[in-house]
């Protein structure tokens, strides 16, 4: 898990375009393009510096916005494949987004298609995307990927409105067929400024609870939330507990709809952090750390990605755990970090110490 020479995952945020209007949207996407987007030949160009990260390639997410708005999208998918370049895509799910569109991006060999589900029920996760009729858009989408044989994963951003539907939407996506669940803790960027976040405890609620739910054979992953880390080295301990009433909530929840767990915890002891395993490039070129941690680094039209993803000195110190406050001395930092969109978010240093987590206030304070 060395990632000091080239990224895992490669974010390029395709366009900001989108016809939906997330309340917690990153990108702040609008419905119109901006200016300033990478053009075909800058995107092909773009693509071509994935390569020279050496192989095995890092794989390339399409993201946005939504990459069905850029017109050339199938175009610069073909490309990625025929240069080798693993690939996957994060549509929003709109009237774009249709059956035949699904079986294309099967034919150009996606290695995967994740989707947005903010809720369990019709009228949380339509009024978070802010459209009437999504949730059920977003349940065919589910449904004619797996039918297609497609590796689907469900994203979902936790907020206060959503936090008490978790196990029933677990348990939904278990029942569709999914197989990789992805959990946003949310960041105040873009539109997600204005969301309410969770507390740090309701924070340590949700990380064990999906250390729990990771225990039924579903991939949970989480972004921003690398903490959960050191919640699943916590509960190698048998005796080990959170003692809180929102966590009791959701693992009666979860063991009523599922039963008791049948697997051993999916969650992996190391991970990726912004500027580690990862790398983000905006819809104008602009590299960044991560999606949500909007540091520009440099530009993909003048700066080789390559080099500045080895060589900045702030992706270099986020590899090397240079980290003040409570993850600075933290004893897990090595397999945390923290989120570093977090810190730079609260206190404008991406170094600094994740707010979310309450073993670094515990520590610290
Ligand atoms: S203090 Fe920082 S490094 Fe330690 S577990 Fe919390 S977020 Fe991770």
């Known amino acids: 898990m060395d990632f000091s020479s080239k990224p895992v995952l490669i974010f390029w945020e395709t366009t900001r375009a989108c016809s939906l209007s997330c309340i917690h949207c990153r990108a702040s996407a609008i419905t119109d393009p901006l200016p300033g987007e990478l053009t075909q030949r800058e995107a092909m160009s773009m693509i071509d510096q994935v390569t020279l990260f050496g192989k095995p390639y890092p794989t390339m997410i399409f993201t946005g916005g939504d990459p069905l708005r850029r017109k050339d ?60 009729g999504t949730y059920q858009k977003t349940l065919q989408a589910i449904r004619d990927a797996v039918n297609l044989g497609l590796n689907i994963q469900v994203n979902t ?72 880390r050191r919640v699943m080295k916590q509960r190698s301990d048998p005796e080990a507990c959170w003692n809180d009433p929102d966590y009791h909530r959701l693992q009666s929840e979860l063991v009523r709809l599922e039963g008791d767990p049948h697997t051993t915890s999916t969650l992996r002891p190391r991970g990726t952090l912004d500027g580690d395993g990862i790398v983000f490039v905006a819809h104008d070129g602009t590299i960044h750390p991560g999606g949500l941690l909007p540091i520009p680094l440099g530009n993909v039209k003048v700066d080789s990605l390559a080099r500045t993803y080895r060589e900045h000195e702030l ?35 991406p170094l600094s110490s994740d707010q979310a987590c309450i073993h670094a206030s515990l520590m610290y304070d």
């Open 73 to 132: 999208l199938f175009e610069l998918m073909l490309h990625a494949a025929e240069l080798g370049i693993n690939f996957a895509v994060s549509p929003a799910v709109t009237e774009l987004l249709t059956f035949e569109t699904l079986a294309k991006f099967k034919r150009l060999g996606a290695s995967s298609i994740s989707v947005s589900l903010d809720g369990a029920y019709e009228d949380t996760h339509d009024a978070i995307r802010r459209r009437r």
């Open 157 to 228: 951003a936790i907020m206060q409105e959503n936090l008490g539907e978790l196990p029933e939407l677990f348990h939904l996506i278990r029942k569709l067929g999914v197989k990789t669940w992805e959990l946003f803790f949310l960041i105040k960027v873009g539109r997600g400024s204005s969301v309410e976040d969770l507390e740090p405890r309701q924070c340590e609620s949700v990380c064990n609870f999906l250390y729990d739910a990771s225990s039924y054979g579903m991939v949970i992953r989480t972004v921003e939330a690398p903490f959960i």
């Open 315 to 349: 992706l270099m110190n986020i590899r090397q755990r240079k980290m003040s406050g409570g993850c600075g001395v933290c004893e897990f930092k090595e397999m945390c970090g923290g989120s570093r969109a977090r810190a730079f978010s609260y206190n404008a240093d």
